[in-house]
């Protein structure tokens, strides 16, 4: 289980950004929207949060092998497409397949907590 930790203002702005955008943002860009709130805050005070928050379980950390990972303030086990062509990420709205963990569990006999699924391809957008 997580070790709880304090709800400081930096890690609580930092939670908000995240939990107000479907964007799943860049650290980077998480940096530059704090400072509008937060003026003096540093990207390494980012980066530190982001991954309090990662590990706390509220957020998701997400890495598409690129060189930068990308967050998304909606820890709740859901699926997302990766669009191969502009590197967009969305969350795909369809229900979390339960069943899938029990199937891996009887064929493998692993304890499955929870699963993760991303799509690629190439958004409408870039289909045009």
Not at 20 to 25: A, L, Q, R, V
Not at 82 to 105: H, N, R, S, W
Request: charged share 25%.
């Amino acid at each position: 289980m997580a070790k709880a930790t304090r709800m400081t203002k930096q890690k609580k702005v930092i939670l908000e950004i995240l939990q107000n955008t479907n964007c799943h943002p860049s650290a980077d860009w998480v940096y530059e929207q704090a400072k509008k709130l937060v003026p003096d805050i540093s990207l390494g005070t980012v980066y530190r949060n982001l991954n309090v928050l990662r590990d706390s379980g509220e957020i998701i950390e997400l890495n598409y092998g690129s060189t930068y990972s990308r967050y998304d303030g909606k820890p709740q086990n859901h699926y997302h497409f990766y669009c191969e062509k502009c590197t967009q990420l969305f969350d795909v709205a369809i229900p979390v397949y339960q069943g899938l963990d029990k199937m891996v569990q009887d064929t493998t006999g692993y304890e499955v907590k929870h699963h993760r699924m991303e799509f690629y391809g190439l958004c409408n957008q870039c289909r045009e």
